[in-house]
């Protein structure tokens, strides 16, 4: 048997990108959004995971960059694999983490840059100004909230489908 050279073996694997993101919401249970100024749609705070970093400490990060504030990152609540799509050339891998409850937007300071606003939404009216693949991930993280244990979705479909 002829064994192939490790970094032939590694060369040949698949790879992707990560990105890691934060759910917040207030004690009523509405979702805490972003509105990016490079984007039409809503988002999630959070971003690309970098070279070298954990998905839970990129999560901080963004946090601290996007909202300039701190907040401790729990429980992972949703992971999301996305195919290739548009320009991005490889597949997406998307943590989404338990960042607690927030009682107002106070001492929320928007990175002036990235960001236009900030919002808390009822989990429909989430879901609504969110992109389709990612709307489903709100539902997901209240789930897995809920039910102390993860959701894995698959390009925004629950996996394995639910029979019904």
Known sequence: MTWTKPSIWYANLASFYAAAAA????????????????????????????EGEY???????????ELGASRRVGDLLVVDWAPPAGQRPRALISFTFDCGLV???????????ELED????ERREAERVLPGSVATRVRAAIGARNGNAPVYLANGSVFPPTRG
């Open 103 to 113: 009682g107002s937007l106070d001492g929320f300071n928007l990175a002036g840059q």
């Open 23 to 50: 759910f917040i919401t207030d004690p009523d249970g509405r979702v805490l959004l972003v509105k990016p100024t490079y984007r039409d749609h809503w988002a999630f705070p959070g971003g690309y995971v970098d």
């Open 118 to 121: 900030i919002a808390f939404f």
């Open 55 to 65: 998905p839970h400490e990129a999560c901080a990060r963004e946090i601290r960059e």
